[in-house]
C-alpha cells in the first residue's frame, strides 16, 4: 500500500483565501489586522519561519512588524517592547519566535503578552481556557493538525490516538485538541517504556518529539494516519521529520512529508489567531 500524502500547502492556500476576503472586509471598515514578529538572536531555522509568516501576512493583507533584536538583548529590554507593542493599537497579534536566548525566561516572555494579542496561544490564561474547552485562541500547529485531517475526511471520534511528545507548543495541546474532538488520546514521550508497541495501537500518530526518522514501520498500525511534525537536519543536510518517510508511506493510509504538510498548516493557524485577535480588539 502506498498512503495518501495529505497536502497542507493546499489546505493553507484555502484558509488563507477566506481569511483575506475577512481582512479585506474589515480594511473596508478603516480597520487594518497587524502582526508584530519578534526574533531574538540569528537562528537560522527561525529566520526562514520569520520570513514566512511575513510572506503569509502580505499574501492576505495583514501589516507585519517585525523586531529584530540581538542576541545579546535583556530579559528587561524584550520585556519593554512587549509592553509597548502591548499598548499599540496597530499591533492586533504579538508573536515572539521560539526558542530565544537563554539569558531570558520564556515563562516571562509569555506571561507578559496581552492575552487577547497572543497569537500563539501560548499565555497560561489562553492555554487555561484551551483545556477548558473555551478556546479563544487555538494553539497553531495542533489546530493546523486537526484542520488537515478533517478537511481530508479522517475520522477523530472514537479513534485512539498516539501523541508522540509532550512540549508545550505541540505536545500537549495536540492531546487536549484530539481529546476534544472526542479521541481517546495517549501522549508518549522520552521516557516512555514501549514506543513502538503503544505507537501499533493507533488509528493516528502525531508525532512531535523532535528526532530525526524516530517513527519507523514497527511504530505503524498498517492504515494508519501519520502526522510528521518534526523538522531537523540530516547528516547531509536535508530536511527529514520524526517519521521515516518512505518505509512509512508504505503501510500508512495517509501521512505527510516534512515540507508541505504541517509546516504552513501551522502558519494558516498563526494568521487565523491574528484575525480573530483583531476583531476581538475591534467589537
Ligand atoms: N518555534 C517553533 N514553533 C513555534 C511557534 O509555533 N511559535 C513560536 N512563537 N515559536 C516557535
Known sequence: MSAKVLNGTELAARVKAELK???DALGQEGINAGLAVIIVGDDPASRVYVNHKKNDCAEIGIKSFEYALPASTTEEELLELIETLNNDRNVNGILVQMPIPKHISEEKVIAAINP???ADCFHPENVGNLMIGKPVFMPCTPAGVVELLEANDIQIEGK???VVGRSNIVGKPQAILLLAKNATVTICHSKTANIAEICRNA???VCAIGKAEFIKPDC???GAVVIDVGVSRGADGKLVGDVQFQTVSEIA???TK???GVGPMTRAMLMKNTVK????QNN
Open 21 to 23: 476576503i475577512k481582512v
Open 116 to 118: 487577547l494579542k497572543d
Open 160 to 162: 485512539n490516538c498516539v
Open 203 to 205: 488509528d493516528i500518530v
Open 220 to 222: 505503524v498500525k498498517p
Open 253 to 255: 493510509s495517509a501521512i
Open 258 to 260: 516534512v515540507t508541505g
Open 277 to 280: 485577535a483583531t476583531l476581538l
